[in-house]
């Protein structure tokens, strides 16, 4: 054990070490803890030196790592002039990466300076100096979508109270893009909720000016411009830098709950509708009909009295010309008078008037006839 007084690195003398080492097997190859480093680390240690010596350009080999009287001299890494220049056209190179950026046509880039806004930029290839200039591509023409009501952040957003106090479960889309990439980025702290917000709120506020009939069945494409004008108003206020596209209506529908009875209540207004329209045909009808038998029965009266009128003075007419003439001649004014009313008398009657010189007295000069105009008159009528 005196032969190996010098460590396990043989330092202590060439006579004696290694047979020790033979000798006493595990017991001379180690150490004890408290001789200091595993000698494997150390090694190791060692070994990664000359590597890294050997990238940088420094010298290899066994001597390259002795103390101030090893062939390496130095006491540490040796650098060239390739290893510095080398090292600095890497870091050149990589800076230049870090910096280079590209922007698509359907992007725009927002340069910032420390952390504040510089400028936007187009599409192409462009240099933010890195790290004092960071750049941020956005596409800005790709189209977005926020849904609002069932298919958006849960039933009850959809639930709006409308104009004449109903409730109504509305469902719409927003799609959006960007237009001022700066303002987008600056001026918005969480742009999806905001569009979220000012939409549900737009939307219940044209709601509430509303009434339920019309938002269920003609009011639909009014109230998605409305909207889409109200929001982008809104957000324009915000310097949002976010533009509305368009409005998608998907849906206006009773609660679901109340689905049912309100599809009832709609069945029973329009049959109301129905036959109120009925009823007023009718009506119409028959107004109609009255006026225009109103209408004849005051012509008839108006003609009838007319002709009572005319008739009347005609008579009057007559009767003072008849009495003229009778003045002037009172005899033959009343054989005339008497003839002509023995013609209207005796004009319609059927008989045969004969004289005393034909019939003789006792009307033995008559000879008889077969009643021919008797016989063809009773055979016309049957």
């Not at 400028?119 to 956005?138: N, Q, S, Y």
């Amino acid at each position: 054990m005196a032969g190996n007084s010098g460590g396990p690195w043989g330092g202590g003398g060439s006579s004696g070490g290694g047979g020790n080492r033979g000798n006493d097997g595990d017991k001379g190859g180690g150490r004890r803890p408290e001789d200091g480093q595993i000698p494997e680390i150390d090694e190791l240690m060692k070994k990664g030196q000359e590597q890294l010596r050997v990238l940088i350009g420094g010298r290899g080999g066994k001597g390259g790592g002795q103390g101030p009287s090893g062939s390496g001299g130095g006491g540490g890494p040796m650098f060239s002039r390739g290893g510095i220049a080398l090292g600095a056209l890497a870091a050149v190179g990589l800076w230049l990466y870090s910096s280079f950026y590209t922007v698509k046509p359907e992007e725009q880039g927002v340069e910032l300076f420390l952390g504040s806004y510089y400028r936007t930029t187009d599409d192409g290839p462009h240099m933010a100096w890195w790290p004092f200039i960071k750049a941020e591509v956005i596409a800005t023409t790709t189209e977005q979508t926020e849904n609002i009501g069932a298919g958006g952040r849960g039933s009850d957003a959809g639930l709006m109270l409308t104009g004449d106090e109903n409730i109504v479960d509305i469902d719409f889309q927003v799609v959006w893009n960007i237009n001022e990439p700066a303002n987008y980025l600056f001026n918005l702290r969480d742009p999806k909720q905001t569009i979220q917000a000012v939409s549900e709120s737009a939307m219940r506020e044209i709601i509430a000016q509303s009434e339920l009939a019309p938002i269920l069945n003609r009011d639909r494409e009014i109230i998605a411009t409305r909207l889409q004008e109200l929001i982008q108003s809104t957000l324009d206020t915000y310097d949002a830098g976010i533009n509305i596209v368009r409005v998608n209506f998907d849906g206006a529908d009773p609660p679901e709950p109340v689905k049912d009875a309100f599809r009832e209540v709609q069945s029973a207004g329009q049959e109301r509708d129905k036959l109120e329209k009925q009823a007023d045909a009718y009506a119409n009808r028959k107004l109609a009909g009255a006026r225009g038998q109103a209408a004849q029965t005051l012509e008839e009266a108006e003609a009838y009295r007319a002709q009572v009128v005319n008739e009347a003075q005609g008579e009057a007419s007559r009767f003072l010309s008849v009495l003229a003439e009778y003045d002037k001649a009172p005899e033959v004014t009343r054989k005339r008078l008497y003839l002509e009313t023995m013609e209207k008398v005796l004009g319609n009657v059927d008989k045969i008037i004969l004289d005393g010189s034909a019939g003789g007295v006792d009307g033995q000069g008559v000879v008889p006839y077969l009643p021919l105009n008797e016989i063809r008159r009773s055979g016309g009528s049957n």
